[in-house]
């Protein structure tokens, strides 16, 4: 439903005197002349004039055109769109943590600390790992404030020509960028034809930089939703010759009580609290990126910290350590979506958050098994949390993955990740999650084999989809070269 009446811009409904308010006058007393000059507008804010109504209808008809988790199947793989109990949003919301100041004293938010606290700590017993900062604001902000980490640590040792970062040629793109914003350069490192590392390659990189390597960034499962196999003998390698394992954790889910990135001999990790751990996300945030370091590493950890003191049974705040390799933001990162975590946590307690892996696992095996006879699977066995379909497997019909995707939005269901990783043509990365039922999975089978069998006998209608949504088929490559990012028709004209 577009409904014209209601505009696509509200700046489009305004209209000269209309208000969706009724305030007091306001005595001369308190005209904006007490208003330093400096600090007053010379000219209209230029807002829009609506009654109210029209607002509220305004914003409801726009909702009605955006899809998420709470409309319908959502399996944009590596972006864990899993379901996010409305519980959580209850407890990230709660008044009396919503209403601190960052500022107000120790004493006064002990209870604000102690879930910062138990959270940190929680994350460092589900990862193997000793110690966790909650103080970054994405996956990608943890990823710089551990690589910081990492420079710290090679630094306090006085060996700091360690500046090159190993990045397997299939990693989220996050991860070299990542390296570029801490000051060092990539040594990329080649892909099997599964997309796990290839090991050859990787020791024919170190032999070739070993004293200059500060760390291993890997990704597990890989971006393919493939564990990798052969993590002990690349930590060994790794270690051997000075340097660090990074854990790009974003993709925690599969992990969840089933293996440890610690245990298998990384040193620091980030954890995307907005993915496994019930923040919902896609509008581009609040996020949370966590960074968890093994024993040994805690120093270089940035501030502030939350330290607990178990004599008085008190939590204090730490904001200067020598070894520290500083702060990465305000306070303490988003707390909303730590409060949001630690209430998913608790209320899934030790034995059920074992389930969350297995369960996100299967359903994407059941998938794949479920629908490989008429999409193209590139690589076969078993895959994690998520997996990828290179397109239709009868390529004659001229159908493609963005054809599938617009497609789906007609059934009702969101589209896949498509045209990533970049290792095939027509990628398409499904993760259903754990959260999905069998009937929503099983119905989405029917759809996606519903899709194949229009692309044979009218493809045509798979071409040209979306038919049912408001907006039809947009110019991806117009909207990227031309973007019309602001409204400047002059207001109430
Ligand atoms: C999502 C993701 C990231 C980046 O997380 P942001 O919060 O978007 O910055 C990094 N690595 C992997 C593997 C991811 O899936």
Redesign the pocket.
Known sequence: MNNKLYGNLIFELSKSGRKGYSLPEYASEHSTAELPQALRRSEEAGLPECDELTVVRHYTNLSHNNFGVDDGFYPLG??TMKYNPALNEEVGTLEEFAALHPQQSTTSCQGALLVYYNLQKSLAELTGLSRFTLNPC??????LTGLMIIRAYHDSRGDDKRRKVLIPDS??G??PASAAVCGMDVVEVKSLDDGTVDVDDLKAKIAEHADEVAAMMM?NPN?LGIFERNIPAIAQMVHECGALMYY?G??LNPMLGVARPGDMGFDVMHI?L??TFSTP?GGGGP?S?PVGVRKGLEDFLPTPRVEYDEQSDTFTIATDDEKSMGSVGNFFGNFGVVLKAYAWLCSLGKEHIKEVGPLATLNANYIKQQLKDVYELPIEGVCKHEFVFDGLKDKSTGVTTMDVAKRLLDYGYHAPTIYFPLLFHEAMMIEPTESESKETIDSFIEVMRTIAREAKEQPELVKTAPHTTPIGRVDDVLAAKQPVLTYTKMVNS
């Open positions: 590596s972006c994405a996956g990608a902000h943890g990823e990693a989220h996050t991860n990704t971006t790009d974003a993709n995307n907005h993915k996300h996020g990126g």
